[in-house]
């Protein structure tokens, strides 16, 4: 088993692969506790390590989450979100430092429509958060949309979510937040992009199978609506 102490050991198959484009984004994190856990890029391998990592999340961080109280979540919707193009649409993934095979977190962004913008959202495993993971999370994943040309984002956070909100406030330049039908729709950018309509060293371009509604797990709608 790789030690999560040592950062040269971080990077193993098949999720180098992966990482050898983006590897910025496979590396060792460290918690405010001092814990090192390994972030990587997602990879299709990890479709089945999805659906346990939710079999692991509490009730509320399924709801907050997914707008939805499913009891699994469902394998084939698992290999879409673990299928990524890594510029459009970008997972990064925390392994536990106990077990590289489950995963404690990811984060990820999907393509909300302009091509600059992206819709963000996060999941921490519920014993793993409040240890500073999905700040570090949110900077790695906004650092990452940067390199892709993306600066602005969109995220839906169900509006008792405060620390989702909070986390958004305290790490972002909130441009416009709407609340409807319990759920806050916050646009903003990231304060180290120079200006709104920055532009990366490329634009990304939409893939023809995009989904019309890239998060594809959360709708503004009412969170009891089926995925
Ligand atoms: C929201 C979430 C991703 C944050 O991840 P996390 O690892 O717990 O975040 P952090 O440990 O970095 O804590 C973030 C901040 O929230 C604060 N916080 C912790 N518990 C809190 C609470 N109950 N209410 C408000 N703020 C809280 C922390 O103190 C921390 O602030 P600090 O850095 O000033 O100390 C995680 O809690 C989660 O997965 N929640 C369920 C899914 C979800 O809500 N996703 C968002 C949908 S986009």
């Known amino acids: 088993m790789a030690d999560p102490r040592n950062d040269e050991d971080l990077a193993g198959e098949p999720a180098a692969r992966a990482g050898a484009g983006l590897p910025q984004c496979d590396r060792a994190l460290g918690l405010r506790d001092g814990t090192r856990v390994r972030m990587r890029p997602i990879v299709p391998e990890d479709a089945p390590k999805l659906v346990a990592l939710y079999d692991r999340l509490s009730r509320d961080t399924r709801y907050h989450r997914f707008f939805s109280a499913m009891r699994r979540l469902p394998i084939d919707w698992a290999r879409f979100l673990a299928n990524v193009d890594y510029r459009t649409r970008l997972a990064l993934v ?50 990452a949309a940067a390199g892709n040309g993306i600066v602005r984002f969109r995220a839906w956070v169900l509006a008792d979510n405060r620390r989702m909100l909070d986390l958004i406030a305290r790490l972002a330049r909130v441009e416009r937040r709407t609340l409807e039908q319990g759920v806050v729709e916050l646009t903003f950018t990231s304060p180290s992009s120079p200006t709104a309509s920055h532009r990366g060293v490329f634009l990304p371009q939409r893939g023809p199978d995009t989904p019309d509604s890239p998060a594809l797990d959360r709708r503004p709608t009412p969170p009891t609506a089926p995925p």
């Open 94 to 143: 925390v392994e536990s430092p106990d077990d590289p095979g489950a995963l404690i977190a990811v984060a990820r962004y999907e393509p909300a429509g302009a091509p600059d913008t992206a819709e963000v959202a996060f999941v921490v495993q519920d014993d793993w958060q409040n240890r500073g993971l999905g700040t570090l999370l949110f900077r790695e994943l906004l650092r």
